[in-house]
């Protein structure tokens, strides 16, 4: 599995397993350059494609989702905000599902380990979970963000206001993300690749599989962020409009996490429509959808506010 078309590469072995602003940067880019990224599977190679469910009994929480970087972007400083273009995956021919014990939104009612290994075919459109039953195919990378400005190292596990572990499944190729940047530099990393997922990611893992990412960056000057962003080109849920402009919330709480995605909508509108707060209220309420996109990455959980294309005009 492999991109090639990119300005640069960065294995695997550039990881780490936590965000903290003090790591050396595995790369230093110009903005406009593209990066093939190699990711690491999810468990940090815990799991492998001959793994059995009791390997998930022993699984170190400490190992998993290792992404790789970071990458620091010149000309990128507090304030700013990171623009990441999503342009390509390379898929590997394998992946895992896993129960595991004390994860997930049911943990109290799925106490026992439980695993499905994956054979995955590169470029096919879906996998075969079961006879008769085939889940499309659509990558992405759950783990994805900069580093915070506070002093670490923090844990991988939960999202944050920087990215992080955002389990948004509409991050796919085509997409850009806007991230608020915390440092100088940015210091963004990425991993924890999905071949497929459903909103809220319930039982606490997709299909993980390693893969390779390719990314392009770019710094904006023209959008303030407290939270991540992002474009992407697939339908709307409420319309069915291709494109929408997305706003998140990231917090312990869903309706905190609502009420954030909902404030930077409003903000958003403001931006690009000229609305006063109020009118942006109103017209958030009667063409934006909120969706839930994670809800057992403890302990915060992600809320979209999705504005589909076509409603504002101006």
Not at 90 to 104: C, E
Not at 246 to 266: E, K, P, S, W, Y
Request: net charge negative; proline share 8%.
């Amino acid at each position: 599995m492999s991109i090639g078309s990119c300005d640069h590469t960065i294995h695997g072995a550039h990881h780490h397993n936590a965000w903290d602003n003090a790591l050396t940067p595995a790369l230093e880019v110009e903005p406009g350059v593209s990066i093939e990224f190699e990711v690491i599977d999810a468990s940090g190679g815990q799991v492998d494609r001959h793994a059995s469910a009791e390997a998930l009994v022993a699984i170190d929480f400490a190992r998993v989702n290792p992404v790789t970087g970071p990458v620091f972007v010149r000309g990128a400083r507090p304030g700013d905000v990171l623009e990441v273009e999503v342009l390509e995956f390379a898929m590997s021919d394998w992946g895992w599902t896993a129960i595991i014990p004390g994860f997930g939104l049911l943990a109290d009612q799925f106490p026992e380990p439980w695993l499905k290994i994956w054979d995955l075919e590169p470029g096919a459109p879906r996998a075969r979970f079961d006879d008769g039953i085939e889940i499309p195919v659509a990558p992405f990378p759950g783990t994805i963000g900069v580093a915070p400005p506070e002093a670490g190292p923090h844990s991988i596990v939960p999202p944050r206001a920087w990215g992080g572990n955002l389990d948004i499944k509409h991050l796919r190729a085509g997409t850009k993300l806007y991230l608020p940047v915390g440092v100088e530099g940015a210091l963004f990393s990425v991993g924890d690749t999905h071949a497929a997922q459903g909103d809220g990611e319930v039982c606490g893992t997709a299909i993980e599989s390693p893969m390779r990412v390719a990314l392009r960056f770019r710094v904006r000057r023209d959008m303030k962020l407290a939270r991540p962003a992002f474009e992407t080109t697939r339908a709307a849920p409420s319309t069915g409009v291709e494109g929408a402009f997305v706003t998140t919330g990231v917090a312990d709480d869903l309706m905190v996490a609502a009420r954030q995605a909902t404030l930077g909508m409003i903000d958003h509108l403001g931006r690009v429509a000229g609305l006063d707060a109020a009118s942006a209220y109103a017209l958030a309420s009667v063409a934006v959808d909120l969706r839930i996109h994670e809800v057992v990455d403890v302990p915060n959980w992600v809320v979209g506010a999705w504005l589909p294309n076509g409603i504002v005009q101006r």
